[in-house]
């Protein structure tokens, strides 16, 4: 008999993706939840927004000093003071950078400049989906024995379209995007999936959004750190030595660390 398909998470107004009907059940599996994150995780993500803001500094760099240590960081201030209004991802950072260049060129800059910028946000939008090296094997191998979940911050509708280019869908049939990645947000998912946190493990670049919320809620990280990563990621207050919290240096490692992680949560409900 096929199992109907459990449509778990469902909220008004967001989309849910239900397990393929040819996927087992949480029950038929272990009960131990595999979450990834997206961004330099599975995917490349900062490298084009590092060159989006390089290019920035150099339109920006035709009206001022833009070595000027307090004028490069402008651009960081003007996205994080706008975090709540516009969250995270591709579109925000655009118009920040258009309010960053208008603030920092006293409103000089010229509607040519607007208009690269504007591109910029296009671009960025636009960037090709390359899947980091072993990610695909990885999380099929992690998805045969556990039940799995991506959980992303931004724009809803661009990383729809990056999961979908990916075409990671038949293996992450589950998504969650989400505005923020904070404790409040990972226990409301847990808990559409009915999975105590003690029995989430959950994988991902940044320490901040993907392992200190986690841990303060009794799960557990595998840290895999991503050749570079944005500043407003780099501010976390996760030990490294974590006794919950594994580090692995690519996906290669993902299936074995899980198994570990997987093992010892047994033998602690069983103890
Ligand atoms: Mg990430």
């Known amino acids: 008999m096929t199992a109907a398909p459990v449509c778990l998470g469902r909220r008004a ?3 849910c993706y239900p397990w393929a009907m040819n996927t087992p059940t949480l029950q038929a599996r272990s009960s131990v939840l595999v979450g990834f994150d997206a961004d330099d995780t599975l995917w490349k993500s900062e490298d084009y927004y590092r060159a989006a803001e390089k290019t920035f500094q150099s339109i920006v760099g035709e009206y001022i000093d833009i070595t000027n240590p307090q004028t490069a960081g402008h651009l960081l201030a003007v996205e994080r003071r ?14 920040s950078m258009l309010e960053a260049a208008i603030e920092m060129t ?13 591109q910029l946000g296009h671009d960025t939008l636009r960037h090709p989906v390359d899947l980091l090296d072993g990610v695909r094997e990885a999380v099929a191998a992690i998805a045969t024995e556990h039940p799995v979940v991506l959980i992303t911050k931004g724009d809803l509708f661009h990383q729809e379209s990056k999961i979908k280019r990916a075409g990671l869908q ?3 049939p589950r998504i969650e995007i989400v505005s923020e990645k904070d404790p409040a947000t990972y226990a409301r998912v847990l808990a559409e999936f009915a999975v105590p946190m003690e029995r989430f493990v959950m994988i991902g670049n940044s320490l901040r959004s993907d ?5 303060a ?5 595998v840290h895999m750190p991503y ?9 976390h207050g996760v030990a490294a030595d974590h006794p919950r919290l ?8 993902w299936p074995q660390t899980v198994a570990a992680i997987s093992a010892l949560i047994e033998e602690g409900a069983h103890a």
């Open 13 to 15: 107004g967001r989309r």
């Open 82 to 95: 706008n975090l709540g209004i516009y969250g995270y991802g591709a579109k925000g950072m655009t118009l």
């Open 106 to 118: 006293s409103g000089r800059i010229s509607t040519a400049d607007i208009s690269r910028i504007l």
């Open 170 to 172: 038949d293996i992450l």
């Open 211 to 215: 392992a200190e919320p986690v841990l």
């Open 217 to 221: 809620l009794g799960g557990w990280a």
């Open 227 to 235: 050749a570079m990563t944005w500043a407003h990621e780099q501010e």
């Open 246 to 253: 594994r580090h692995v240096s690519c996906a290669a490692q």
